[in-house]
């Protein structure tokens, strides 16, 4: 069992960044392959960015366009997405997500064994 708790969602300005934090307890975190994911209201959860545990491939939504960066430090059991340049678009519950695939890079909510319990992320105009 994984448990995963977000942090670091709030209410910024368009233009602005933040940096969201997700720690890991349980099993060992350094095999999971990790996602990040977001739901916006009245729309389906879709795929952000993904790092694996092996060799730390990333791969991101085209809509990220470069303003975010996915990141882990095993040593802390967390993954981080950094947001940058973010729009009022980007309003959402974001959430992280872990793969026990070392290899994954999966944009699909399927691919994942564990969820948190999501943050707000709130981008004003």
């Known amino acids: 069992q994984v448990q995963l708790v977000e942090s670091g969602g709030g209410l910024v300005q368009a233009g602005g960044s933040l940096r969201l934090s997700c720690v890991a307890s349980g099993r060992v975190f350094s095999r999971y392959s990790m996602g990040w994911f977001r739901q916006a209201p009245g729309k389906e959860r879709e795929f952000v960015a993904v790092i694996s545990s092996s060799f730390r491939r990333t791969t991101y939504a085209d809509f990220v366009k470069a303003r975010f960066t996915i990141s882990r430090d095993d040593a802390k059991n967390t993954v981080y997405l950094q947001m940058n340049s973010l729009t009022p678009e980007d309003t959402a519950v974001y959430y992280c997500?872990?793969?026990?695939?070392?290899?994954?890079?999966?944009?699909?909510?399927?691919?994942?064994?564990?969820w948190g319990q999501g943050t707000q992320v709130t981008v004003s105009s």
């Open positions: 997500a872990a793969d026990n695939n070392p290899l994954g890079t999966g944009r699909s909510s399927n691919e994942y064994d564990y």
